[in-house]
């Protein structure tokens, strides 16, 4: 399925700095997240909250992701030229990755319908996208930055780039 061209992707991004002591980081092994094995080639729809890939984590810093788009999204965080991770969120659900280490990230995200957890694509309607404005995760002594990713659409100009399924970052 193609975008309309009067429909335009949007995704906005809100970076908050709070309090460390507010909202503490949750160890690795207390994460309310779950890991889908290699093993599972079938199409599947996670569930939301699910960590596909996981390799730079350790960190105080915090993602909340919120779509709002009519079909299931795969988002992907990107620092330098490593994938951080990348989590799936169900169509109108939300969740919060935390552990995410200091850096700047690109984040990308698809989505579509019938994803194969072997081949880390929607196998129906997908669409590609890069969000145009890097997130920086910052944490010092007394503080960590919890940024927000709303993934929504409608008319206007877009924060977000479309690009071609060979430039996304594979989950």
């Known amino acids: 399925m193609r975008p309309r061209p009067h429909l335009r992707w949007l995704a906005a991004v809100a970076v908050a700095v709070v309090s460390a ?36 984590r350790g960190g105080l810093g915090a993602l909340t992701i919120k779509n709002h788009l009519s079909q299931d999204a795969v988002i992907v965080l990107v620092r330098g030229r490593s994938k951080a991770f990348s989590v799936y969120v169900r169509t109108h659900a939300s969740t919060t990755v935390g552990n995410v280490k ?20 929607f196998t129906s309607a997908a669409s590609y996208w890069r969000v145009d404005k890097r997130v920086p995760i910052v944490t010092t002594s007394s503080e960590s930055t919890v940024a927000t990713l709303t993934l929504y659409a409608v008319n206007g100009n877009a924060p977000s780039t479309q690009i071609s399924p060979g430039g996304f970052p594979t989950p």
């Open 102 to 121: 200091d850096g700047t990230y690109t984040i990308y995200f698809t989505n579509g319908s019938r994803y194969s957890v072997c081949r880390g694509r």
């Open 21 to 56: 002591l507010a909202i503490p980081a949750l160890p690795a092994a207390a994460s309310a997240t779950t890991q889908i094995s290699s093993t599972a080639c079938a199409t599947s729809r996670p569930h939301t909250g699910t960590i596909l890939h996981s390799k730079i």
